[in-house]
Every structure is written in structure tokens, then in C-alpha cells.
């Protein structure tokens, strides 16, 4: 071939799914010419830990360095331009402009495939004192340094927004010794989750003493005289602090292919399709600017994760090769990208919290009104092991056909596995008998001969089947059912269910006689095992009777008095 | 109903499958007779933490009683009697015989539907001493019991066998204080993985004081003049020691089921369907007595695993009722096992091992030649976060469409994890695109943007796609091959694979010229990474190269010089 045939790729934005793309694109083509602008100092750097660095459990700033533009350079034959920051793109002419930030000049670079990885920004309101120094966001190595820098001095901060980013930032905060307080705008922290599986996270950080002010947002900072800034906050809270963290968000950095005419979705993501291809032929886009399908809900919206960026990077890659006409690629049959499922995982003092495909909250959004939940708490490893740890976990799926919705779960010791294998199985199609029947992992101390997996399983797949009907914890107040408790007399004792008879266990069947024919019995007991057995005896006697899941441990995350 | 069309269902063993299928028959119908017998003192009780309960890692022996016959009365109106043994079976007649333990009384009970759970029992080779008293197996509370008083005044054991039992007992004594010796036939440890996945587990046995003889069977044990014994092999060793426990594999107790008649397969398992339904149309098994059919290899045999013995439990009752002609169970689709896929999980010495799927040696003894294999050494979590711990990975899969056929993988954390994640991939008849796309939990304390399990599918796709071409290990011996290394010098220097030229990555494009065309090259370098990198270039280049997988990480486990 001509040199003149040589093919150019443009990448614009080094991080996670640009320089995946990069790469991928080398190894598919020796012959292009392949080149990445970042704006930032940084090519490839791990965002992801930087919460972590700020709490100084990763020690060195350069452990958050992946890769170099040198090793680019040497291993991929990849030019990197860092502090280069591409202001416009002329999709008729296929150029882009691009300026120096270290110099201020600027020229034009023609390409033949056009990639952005421009990622995301930090939604920063337009609140009084917003600009103030001491309020900080973080998404880049210098933001980091810059809140180190910070901390070192401080013995208070607040950080706004209970999101996953706040989550962390709140722990390392604590980590290092500080005082903190949390902002959320919402009624419970981790929007991302149910409120109900997010009370055992929000029990967590008030032990730590993380103080939570929730179903509040920030009105105002404010520089107080003493050098440090007053945080006052919708409800008439005013805290004073030395630092203030916003962890509210990121809206896709879609500037630059907005004024290159490319189309955008509602919340300013530019849309693809499955081969990362955006609506001009030349220019593909990857992770945190574009928008992406649910698997799930099937609603597209952008969905800041690192792993799908990494995929679409290589996805786009493929693409972009197929169709800048490479004969080695167009013989392959194309890569898609199969949609997001929200598979993400979040670590706060110890406990884990992980989740993947739709929330209950996701589900009713989308309008899917057809789906069932079930509540368990099994202990992470065979409970005559030492040390085992519950897992709460709420399973969705579809109540006809059993196919998986959604997973979350909270614990201290291997959620983030059973989150995987759910996410494997919701991957696949899979259903509520799929997880029954998993062949997983058991020895005493890693599972359970029913792995929790299986549990969650065997549990949504009764109900699939008929033999275990579930009443809601959110219809309790007013139902006309009969809640019986059949748990010991001391447990009853203990706490209960206001108005709940006790009908222990051993007793159900002696005692047939006084629970009511005509009237629903709902049945409740610690975690749900004892109230299943009662169940399935009552049900075989004529009785009409439901199941409270997950039992008096699902009961009290639930606000129904 | 009239009480004379009650039915009987009578359950030959109370432990895992046994007790299992009698509490999901209970649920299923609460008219029936349920009676369980068992010959020993136990019901339900967790074998699988004998080998804990004997390294005082769990040190209440009431912790393995999962149950109580008390509890299954009150509970489950199902009545267990212990230290009963079912000494006969008449099909034609429905009957059993039991003796009572205790009296030695004996008397007949009749069935409708009876269910084998009699287990395995541990293999006791008739050698020369074998019934001496310092010679021990472990499959009971009673066993454990009295080798735990063994261990109190002992310096010194014999464990006999190197699979996964063997390894549990070898860490539980020398967490006891004993210096301990493993004897295995085969020449190597943990027969059920490949023998280069087992050196990483025999390197750290050997670091942790166990001494390994490999490769010899023991012919004898003899009396020692000071009451110890002496262990001789049949490589002419002779180990003085306290006490020797056989951990050597287990046959199943079927000489019940082979009196009745029912059919029995080779190795002396009862045949069941896929409802877990014996030759007679009124008896069922379950569990380490039956044979199972493996999900990849196809091949029928027993598996002595405690997940898929309850589940066969559950399935049993189902078929069971059905049998009886329950009109609800008769509504309901049945439920059918899927067979086994071999998932299997151990500890040892900070160690976990395992594996799901088939291992090359299952497929090629099952006669499928039609396999590839890939071998990786991912961080367990982000590299960039402290501690990451790195995972021995060798996944097989079909090279023409990329089915996923079996995964083994050692290393010190979150080994179980990948391992469930892609049984359940391979359950579901997932491919290598499956693993490659599928959104796990990412944040850097729990894992990388790619997953350990992203990548093998990746590399793995890779190869299916036809842009890498795999090499063996066991063919470098003699190939004609020439073997490029593309590591740095230092590296290269401190050790290579003999014959093998030096090539850094970073010089490879401009010293391309260097290598034959003529000739095949194989690259290596420190896990795989940088060969496919390197491979990716010179494969555009019309040479011929492929990737000897895994890199030196790899290359030390197999011993080809």
C-alpha cells in the first residue's frame, strides 16, 4: 500500500476507553497511525482509586499511573499529546482542531476515524460560594493532590452527595482522621440502591460516626472568618467545616460533539449504536459521554463505569477498522456492545455493598410493573465455620417465567462473588432455576452446601412455581391480613410486628384451628426459613397464606411502624 | 382421604441428600409418612467441617450438628431414627428390614416410596496393617473424635492421599503442631486439577514443612516398639509416625441398592434418571451413592460433593411425590437435575484452589481431543491497590465456536469467586465472548476494570477469533520452533526458557528483520501480555508466531526444560 493510504485514528481523551481503544486498534492494524489528545497531564490513570489516595491507603500518586505517553510510544507505536486539549471538530472536512495548553497554539489534524473519549464532568450547582477554594471535586490526579494537600490540615469535612464516590470519600475522610458529615439529596443514601437495602449501609457509617443529613441538599457555602467555610444546607443546617467534597454526579463532556453536530440523547450523552458508532460514519464514542442500554429496563442513559468503557473501547476499535475497510477485520464477524446491566460494587467500613441489573426503583421508573422480590440474609459461609457473616440480599425477577431482574446485596465478606454470579447468570438470560441449580464453589469455609446463591434461587423459584406467595412489607399498614409470627415465645418477646399473633413453629400444626380460614395470614420470622415451613403446612390445610420475606431482619429496614 | 391411603416415605441416611429430600418432601405434602434411619448417632450433620473440627478450627463438636431429631419432629413432623440400620430391601414386596443398633432388634417396614441416601464410604485398601489402630479414616463425628485424641499426643502424622480431603487434613495438622507427610500415588497433588495448576499448591505445602512424596502408594503399616508406626511406601520409604489418616477417595455404599437388584454402574454407583429415580419404579437416590452424568465430558460416575447431593435431595422429593401421585406435584412441571459440572473448592495454607467444568486430563480421557487452553496470572484486584494477590488462571474451551468447557485457578484470594462466575457461565452453556463481556463488580479493592475472568475470556476470544495462535508447553522439547522472548534483558537474564533468543517489545517493529520467515516463533514473556503484544505486530507482518500462554509464570509449572 501507498503511504499516502495510511490511515489515521484520533482518539480524543486517554483515559479508560480511549486508551483501550488505542491499543486494541494497534493490535488489529500495525499500519494506521494512531494518536491520542488528552487535555489532562495524564494518560490512563486509575480515576477509580483516587478516593483511595486521598485517604492515603494508596501511598503514591505514581502507583495511579498506568501506563506513559513512552510506553505508548515504545510497546504500541501510539503517539500521546497530553495537555492538548481538541476544541472543534469539522466532520464535513474530517479535522480537528487542536491547542497546546502548555503553549496556546493551535493547528489542525485531518483523521479518518474520529474516537472521543471525552468522558465526564463533575456536576459542580451554581450555588452561592460554589467557587470557593475549599470546596472540592474529584475526578483527576490534581484534584486529588489538591484535597490531600487539604486534609492534612483539616479535622472537618463534609461531603455532598451519599452516592457511591461519596461513600468512599466519606470512609478515607475518616480514614485520615477527620470528622465528617454527608449530604444527600434524597430521603437514604445510595440512590443507586433500594432504600431498604440501603439502611444497613447507613446504620454503618453512623457507627463510624459519620453524621448523615438526608433529604437535604446544600444551599450555600460560606467562607467563615476562621479560614474555613459554612455549609448550609436546605433544612436550615449549618455546618462548619474545612473542606467540602462534591460527590454529586457527572453529566456526560459532550461539548465538543455537540458543536460538531453529532446527536445527543436527554441528559447530553451522544448516542451510539451497538458497534460505538455515533451518527456520523467517522467518529465512534466510549465510555462515561455516551449513552448506553439497560439490559434490563432498556432504557439508554450514560453510565459512568470503568469496566464498560474498557469493552466499548475495544469494541470501537473493531469497528473503527471495519470501517476504515481493514480486509483483516471486515473477515471477522463484528463486535457489539451487549448494553449495560449496572454491575458495580462499593466498599465503606468494612461493609460491601454490590448490585447488578435493575433496582425495584429502576423497574417502576421504566414503568415494569411485573416483577417479584424476595428478601434473604444467609451467612457468607457454612454457619458452623467461624466467623460467618450475614448477606442481605434482595433478588427481582419476573414472576411468570422466573427470568433474573435484578440483584443487590450488603455485607461484610463475599458479596461482590454473589453479585457476579448473579450478573453472570442475568448476562446469560438466565432465570430464578438457574440459580437453584448452580454448581458453585462449597467448602465450609468459603459457602454453603446451598450456596447463598442457591438460596435466593430456590426461594424466587418456589414462588415461581406456586408454592410460596408473598405478601409486601409496604402493604402491611392497613392490610386486613393476620401477621403471624411463628418464631419462639422469647424471640416474639424480643420485638415484633405490631398486631402479629405468635404461633410458634413446633406448634403450627396442633394449632390449625385458631387462625382464621377466611382471612389472609401473613407469616413472619427472623430471616424466613421457619416462616416457609409454617407456610407450606398451612397452605396444604386450606389456609390462605403469604410470606413476609427476609423476616423480622428485612422488617426493620422497612418504615412501616 | 381415608388414613389408610396415607403414604409411607421411607429415607434410607439422614445426612445432606437424605435429609434434604425428607424436609422438601414434607413441604411438598404434609399427609405423608416420612422416616428417616440412619446407622450412625447423627442426623444431618456437616461432614465437610470434619477436618476443621480435628485442627480445632472449629472446636465444639456440637457445631456439626446441623439438625436434631427432635428438630426435624417439631419441625417437620418427619421421624428420624438413629443407630438404625436398613440391612435389607424387597422391591417386590416394598418392605425394608432395620435392626436397631442398640437391641439389635430387627423388624420390617413397609414403603410406598423409598429414598437411598447411603452415602460413600471411605476406601480402605486390605494392605498389611491397614486395621491397626493408629490408622485412621475420616468420615464421621466418631472419626474425627478419635483422631482428635490422637493429635493431642502426637508429634507426627501420615496423611495418606493428596486430594482435597487429604490437603484439609495435612493444613488442620500442622495447624495442630505436627510435622506432617503426604503420600500420593499420583505424580502429583490434587489429581482432580491439572498437574501444573497442583506445583503452585505442592510449592506451598513444601514451604509450610509438609513433606510430599509423590509418585508412590503405601505398602504397608507396622507396629513401631514404641507404639508409633512406621509407614512404609512402595517406593521403599519408611516414615516413622503417630498416627496415619486415609484420605485416598471413597466408593459408594451401595451393597443396599446391588442386594435389591437395583442397577449399578462400574464403580458400584446406582443408576438414577435425571428425576433421580432408580432402576425400580418406587425407589430413589441421592447424593455420593448415585452416579451423575458430567455436563462436558458426558461421562456417568459418583461425585462425592455436598451441593449437588442436596439439590439431588430437593429434586428427589419432587419426583417422589409425583410418583405417589400428588395431585399438586403432578400440576407442577418436574423438576429435573442437570447433571454435574465438577465445581469444587479447597483451602489450604492461604491457598485456595478451584475449579469448575472439565480438566484437559477429564476431556482427553473422555476422548475429546477438540479443546484449547489458555493460562493467565491476573492481579486478583487493581494493581494499584495494595495487597493485590495474583490468580493462577487455565481456562479450556472449544476452539471452533468458543463453548466454555472447565476453569481451574489457584492463588490467595477471591479464587472462589472467578471460579462460580464462570460455572455459571458454563452452566448456562456460555463462550468465551460470554466471559470477555460480562460486567462483573469493578471498584479497585474488589477487582480490575477487566475482571480476571474479562480477561481469560478476552485472550481466550482472542485465539477463537484467529488473532492468537496458541503453542504448547509440552511440545517446546524438540520443536523446530524458534522461541523469541520479548521480556527486557534484565529479565531475560535472570532466567529464559533454554534456546530462546531475546527480543524486548519495544524493539521488536524496528528489529522485525532479525526474526525467520521461514521458521515458526513461539513468544513468551512474563505472563502472556507482552507476547500478544508483540505477536499482534509481527503476525501483520506475514510471520509465523504464536504464544506460548501464561508466559514464565507458566513455563515454570511445566517441566519441559
Chains 1, 2 share one sequence.
Not at 452527595?161 to 439529596?185: C, D, K, Y
Not at 473542606?243 to 463532556?253: E, K, Q
Amino acid at each position: 500500500m501507498a503511504s499516502s493510504t495510511r490511515k489515521r485514528i484520533l482518539i480524543v481523551g486517554g483515559v479508560a476507553g480511549g486508551a483501550s481503544c488505542a491499543t486494541r486498534a494497534r493490535r488489529l492494524c500495525e499500519r494506521c497511525e494512531i494518536v491520542i489528545y488528552d487535555k489532562g497531564p495524564y494518560v490512563s490513570f486509575a480515576n477509580c482509586g483516587l478516593p483511595y489516595y486521598v485517604g492515603n491507603v494508596i501511598k503514591a500518586e505514581e502507583k495511579l499511573l498506568i501506563a506513559t505517553p513512552e510506553l505508548f510510544r515504545d510497546r504500541f507505536n501510539i503517539a500521546v499529546h497530553l495537555e492538548h486539549e481538541v476544541t472543534h471538530v469539522d466532520p464535513l472536512r474530517r479535522v480537528i482542531e487542536v491547542r497546546d495548553l502548555r503553549t496556546g497554539a493551535r493547528r489542525e489534524e485531518a483523521y479518518d476515524a474520529l474516537v472521543l473519549s471525552t468522558g465526564a464532568q463533575a456536576i459542580r450547582p451554581p450555588l452561592p460560594g460554589i467557587d470557593l477554594p475549599g470546596v472540592h471535586v474529584l475526578r483527576t490526579i490534581p484534584d486529588s493532590r489538591k484535597i490531600r494537600a487539604a486534609v492534612e490540615s483539616a479535622q472537618r469535612a463534609v461531603v455532598v452527595g451519599g452516592g457511591m464516590i461519596g461513600l468512599e470519600m466519606a470512609e478515607n475522610l475518616v480514614h485520615r482522621g477527620l470528622q465528617v458529615t454527608l449530604v444527600e439529596l434524597a430521603p437514604q443514601i445510595l440512590p443507586v440502591l433500594d432504600a431498604e437495602m440501603a439502611v444497613y449501609v447507613a446504620e454503618r457509617l453512623e457507627q463510624q460516626g459519620v453524621r448523615l443529613l438526608l433529604g437535604q441538599s446544600v444551599s450555600a457555602f460560606i467562607e467563615a472568618p476562621n479560614g474555613g467555610l459554612r455549609v448550609e444546607t436546605s433544612a436550615g443546617e449549618a455546618i462548619a467545616t474545612d473542606l467540602a467534597i462534591l460527590g454529586i454526579g457527572v453529566r456526560p463532556a459532550s461539548t465538543l460533539a455537540a458543536e460538531a453536530g453529532l446527536r445527543l440523547g436527554e441528559r447530553g450523552e451522544i448516542v451510539v449504536d451497538e458497534f460505538m458508532q455515533t451518527s456520523d460514519a467517522h467518529i465512534w464514542a466510549v465510555g462515561d459521554v455516551v449513552g448506553s442500554p439497560d439490559i434490563v429496563t432498556g432504557v439508554n442513559q450514560p453510565v459512568p463505569l470503568a469496566g464498560p468503557a474498557n469493552r466499548q473501547g475495544r469494541i470501537a476499535a473493531s469497528s473503527v477498522l471495519r470501517g476504515l475497510g481493514d480486509p483483516d477485520c471486515l473477515k471477522r464477524s463484528p463486535m457489539r456492545f451487549r448494553g449495560i446491566q449496572g454491575t458495580a460494587v462499593c466498599g465503606a467500613f468494612g461493609l460491601t455493598v454490590a448490585a447488578t441489573g435493575a433496582t425495584e426503583k429502576a423497574l417502576l421508573a421504566a414503568g415494569q410493573t411485573d416483577y417479584q422480590k424476595v428478601y434473604l440474609h444467609p451467612g457468607n459461609h457454612a454457619s458452623y465455620f467461624p466467623d460467618a457473616k450475614p448477606i442481605h440480599l434482595k433478588l427481582l425477577f419476573a414472576p411468570t417465567d422466573g427470568r433474573l431482574l435484578g440483584a443487590q446485596a450488603v455485607g461484610e465478606a463475599d458479596v461482590a462473588r454473589r453479585i457476579d454470579v448473579i450478573a453472570m447468570a442475568l448476562q446469560m438470560g438466565g432465570t430464578v432455576f438457574d440459580l437453584e441449580e448452580a454448581e458453585l464453589c462449597y467448602a465450609p469455609q468459603y459457602g454453603g452446601a446451598k450456596d447463598p446463591v442457591n438460596i435466593a434461587g430456590m426461594i424466587a423459584a418456589n414462588h415461581v412455581r406456586g408454592d410460596l406467595p408473598l405478601a409486601r412489607w409496604e402493604d402491611l399498614p392497613g392490610t386486613s391480613a393476620l401477621v403471624v409470627d411463628v418464631r419462639s415465645r422469647d424471640e416474639f418477646a424480643q420485638e415484633h410486628v405490631p398486631g402479629a399473633v405468635n404461633l410458634p413453629l413446633e406448634e403450627l400444626r396442633e394449632r390449625l384451628v385458631e387462625l382464621p380460614r377466611d382471612r389472609e395470614c401473613w407469616l413472619v420470622c427472623g430471616v424466613g426459613q421457619r416462616a416457609y415451613f409454617g407456610l407450606r403446612a398451612l397452605m396444604q390445610h386450606g389456609l390462605k397464606v403469604k410470606i413476609l420475606s427476609g423476616g423480622m431482619k428485612t422488617y426493620r429496614t422497612f418504615d412501616v411502624g
